[in-house]
C-alpha cells in the first residue's frame, strides 16, 4: 500500500514497484488509505507524512494499534532530524527523505520484507517459552506476562524485551540495540532506544524509576540483570 498526495509521485512510486513485482494499492489521503488498510492485508506500507486531512503520523500511530503487524517506510520531505526521530519512534521501520531515488526505495522495501521474514523464521524456530526475573516471555504467541498479568506490548517493545531476556547479562550499547532490533544502525536514531526502554520499563517495572529487570550501565548501555544481581 502506498499512501501519497502528490499524484506524479505515487504512480511512479507505483509503477516502480510494479516492475519489482509487487501488487500495489495507491490511495492519496490518510482517511482513504486507513479504510484500504482494514479492507485487505497487506504487507508493507509506503507513507508520506503530508498528507491532507489525517496525516501520515497519524495514520502511522492508527497502523500500530492494528493486531497484525504491518511493516511501515516513511517517504516524506521533511529531512529535519526531529522528524526522522519521531518517525521511527512512532512505529516506522525505515524513513526516506525526498527526494530519493527509486532503486534506492526498492532496496528498502526489499531489505524490511528481508527483517520481517527472517524475524518470522527465528520466532519458530525459537518456540521455547522464556522465563526471566518474573517475566514469562513467549516468542510464538508474542505474550509478556507479569507474575500471570498479560502485559500489553507494541511489537517493537517486545522485540527490545526478548533480545535482552536472551542475553541476561549481557551489556549493549544504544547503537548495538539499533542494529540487533531495529536492523539498521544510524548516527541520530539513538536516543530512540531511550524512549523504547523508558517506556517498556513503564510496563515491567514496580518502580521505573529505580529498575531492577532493565538496568543502565553508566557510560556504557543496558543489560537485562540476572536474578542473582537482583536480589
Known amino acids: 500500500m502506498i499512501i501519497e498526495d502528490e499524484p506524479d509521485i505515487a504512480r511512479m512510486l507505483e509503477l516502480n514497484l510494479r516492475n519489482e513485482g509487487f501488487s500495489v494499492s495507491v ?8 479504510a484500504g488498510l482494514a479492507r485487505a492485508r497487506y504487507d508493507l506500507l509506503v507513507l508520506d507524512l503530508m498528507l491532507p486531512g489525517i496525516d501520515g503520523l497519524s495514520v502511522c500511530r492508527e497502523v500500530r494499534k492494528l493486531t497484525d503487524y504491518l511493516p511501515i517506510i516513511i517517504v516524506s520531505a521533511k529531512s529535519a532530524e ?5 518517525g521511527l519512534e512512532i512505529g516506522a521501520d525505515d524513513y526516506l527523505t525526498k527526494p530519493f ?17 527472517a524475524a518470522n523464521d527465528r520466532a519458530e524456530a525459537l518456540t521455547g517459552v522464556i522465563a526471566r526475573n518474573g517475566l514469562t516471555i513467549d ?24 533480545f535482552f531476556a536472551r542475553h ?8 548495538e ?26 510496563k515491567i517495572e514496580a518502580e521505573p524509576a529505580r529498575p531492577t529487570r532493565i538496568v543502565t550501565v553508566w557510560g556504557v548501555g543496558y543489560k537485562f540483570a540476572d536474578a542473582d544481581e537482583r536480589r
Open 27 to 34: 490511495a492519496h489521503d490518510g482517511e482513504s488509505g486507513l
Open 101 to 117: 531515488s527509486l532503486p534506492e526505495l526498492c532496496a528498502r522495501v526489499c531489505a524490511v520484507l528481508r527483517r520481517m521474514e
Open 139 to 162: 516468542p510464538v504467541a508474542r505474550e509478556v506476562r507479569l507474575d500471570d498479568r498479560l502485559v500489553p506490548l507494541t511489537m517493537r517493545e517486545f522485540d527490545l524485551l526478548l
Open 177 to 202: 540495540l539499533l542494529d540487533q532490533v531495529w536492523g539498521y544502525a544510524h548516527d541520530g536514531y539513538e536516543h530512540t532506544v531511550n524512549s523504547h526502554i523508558n517506556r517498556l520499563r513503564t
Open 168 to 175: 541476561p547479562g549481557h551489556v549493549f550499547n544504544r547503537m
Open 82 to 86: 526531529v522528524h526522522r526521530v519521531l
